[in-house]
Every structure is written in C-alpha cells, then in structure tokens.
C-alpha cells in the first residue's frame, strides 16, 4: 500500500492558519490543507501553565515534500516554538495516492 504523510501544525488565529493554507498548496508542498476549528490548547511555556485558542491546520503531502513543507511551516508560523507534527499514513486509495503525489510535484 502507498504511503502518504499528514502534517499538522496550529496556530493562535484563524487568518494565519488560512494563509499557511493556501501557502503549501499554491507552492505544490501539499495537494490539500484542511483548517480545523478552534480547540483550546493548554500547555507549559516559560514556567507557566497557559490556555489559548488556537485552529489546526493539517497538510496531506507526499513523503519525499515532507522536508521543504516543514521548512515553510517553520519560517512561516508565528510562533516561537512551533508545533510540526508529521504522520505517515497507508492509503487505502490508490487513485487518491497518486492524486497526493501528482499534485505535489513542482
């Protein structure tokens, strides 16, 4: 089965997330972006317990785009330390596999 890669990342508004959208699909780094609704994060930073609003944004890409979207994702993101996580996934479609691949291709 071929495998494709989701990476996902959030951030703190709406906006930002629907840029680094169109970002990686437009540069060919994703075939789509999917930008999820508010969640509400909490978490450590800087000796403190924090709570934020923030919007996931996941990017389905083929695995040899994986280093330059998580490049772009990083010099991109607002914040200092950003959340970047990638997952290898096995399709279940082939048609959408190739789909993945044909649209990441610069």
Same mark, same amino acid.
């Given at each position: 089965?071929?495998?494709?890669?989701?990476?996902?990342?959030?951030?703190?508004?709406?906006?930002?997330?629907? @840029?680094?959208?169109? *970002? *990686?699909?437009?540069? %060919?780094? *994703?075939?789509? *972006?999917?930008?999820?609704?508010?969640?509400?994060? $909490?978490?450590?930073?800087?000796?403190?317990? /924090? $709570?934020?609003?923030?919007?996931?944004?996941?990017?389905?890409?083929? +695995?040899? %785009? @994986?280093?330059?979207?998580?490049?772009?994702?990083?010099?991109?993101? +607002?914040?200092?330390?950003?959340?970047?996580?990638?997952? %290898?996934?096995?399709?279940?479609? +082939?048609?959408?596999?190739?789909?993945?691949? /044909?649209?990441? %291709?610069?």
């Amino acid at each position: 089965m071929e495998q494709i890669s989701v990476v996902t990342t959030v951030v703190d508004s709406r906006s930002v997330a629907d @840029v680094l959208a169109a *970002a *990686a699909v437009a540069g %060919r780094l *994703a075939a789509c *972006a999917q930008v999820g609704g508010q969640v509400d994060s $909490t978490y450590w930073w800087r000796s403190a317990v /924090e $709570t934020t609003t923030e919007w996931s944004v996941l990017f389905k890409t083929a +695995p040899d %785009r @994986v280093p330059a979207l998580v490049d772009h994702i990083r010099l991109s993101h +607002p914040y200092e330390v950003p959340e970047v996580l990638v997952t %290898r996934v096995d399709s279940g479609n +082939p048609e959408y596999t190739a789909w993945v691949h /044909e649209q990441t %291709r610069p």
